[in-house]
Nanobody, 127 residues
């Protein structure tokens, strides 16, 4: 059974930096497209960033482009989300997700594509 465990969530100041991690176990990491989503109370979960199974393509929502970076370490079976210069709107619970599908275009942010989810890690951005 595939398990995803996020970590790294914390209180961070506006303009600071934070790195989230997602450790993947129980599956073939090389086969998975990985993504980060986030959710705040009262709002739908939304995609943030995605990295292809070959680690050769990354995708970002416009609101985090040039601030956040998704990466992966195959040797460690871990996906990261480097958050630079966060603002108040970036607060929320961040979830890691995995799929064997190979999304194209903007479909990477469709929750329905993802078979496996972590439990989430809380990020609070404070000014």
């Amino acid at each position: 059974e595939v398990q995803l465990v996020e970590s790294g969530g914390a209180l961070v100041q506006t303009g600071g930096s934070l790195r989230l991690s997602c450790a993947v176990s129980g599956g073939n990491f090389d086969k998975y497209t990985m993504a980060w989503f986030r959710q705040v109370p009262g709002k739908e979960r939304e995609g943030v960033a995605c990295i292809s199974s070959g680690l050769d393509n990354t995708f970002y929502k416009e609101f985090v482009k040039d601030r956040f970076t998704i990466s992966a370490d195959k040797a460690e079976n871990t996906v990261y989300l480097q958050m630079n210069n966060p603002n108040d709107d970036d607060s929320g619970v961040y979830y890691c997700a995995a799929t064997i599908a190979k999304p194209y275009g903007g479909s990477w942010s469709w929750m329905v594509l993802y078979d496996h989810w972590g439990q989430g890690t809380l990020v609070t951005v404070s000014s």
